[in-house]
């Protein structure tokens, strides 16, 4: 079982940027796959990004492309979303994910989820 802890969402202006921290429980954090998921409401959750075990693999939704950096400190057991040029459509809960590869984490398999953080993007 990983515990997953979401910090850093907020409220931010249109253009603004914001970064997320997800912090887990496990030692063998630095195994897992990670990924970053959101769900606006009314809406379903969706792909962000994913990034391999030892960092060498990043993944990206296109529609933040170019705006969002996914990265990880495996000595802190942490992974980061880094989110620039912020957009009012990016507005939603930010859900951290831990699976065995980045596949499985894209196709939600077997993944384990934080609480979430709220995101929210004013125009």
């Known amino acids: 079982q990983v515990q997953l802890v979401e910090s850093g969402g907020g409220l931010v202006q249109a253009g603004g940027s914001l970064r997320l921290s997800c912090a887990a429980s496990k030692r063998t954090f630095s195994t897992y796959a990670m990924g970053w998921f959101r769900q606006a409401p009314g809406k379903e959750r969706e792909f962000v990004t994913t990034i391999s075990w030892s960092g060498g693999t990043t993944h990206y939704a296109d529609s933040v492309k170019g705006r969002f950096t996914i990265s990880r400190d495996n000595a802190k057991n942490t992974v980061y979303l880094q989110m620039n040029s912020l957009k009012p459509e990016d507005t939603a809960v930010y859900y951290c994910?831990?699976?065995?590869?980045?596949?499985?984490?894209?196709?939600?398999?077997?993944?384990?989820w934080g609480q979430g953080t709220q995101v929210t993007v004013s125009s």
């Open positions: 994910a831990a699976g065995i590869t980045t596949a499985q984490v894209m196709e939600k398999v077997q993944n384990y």
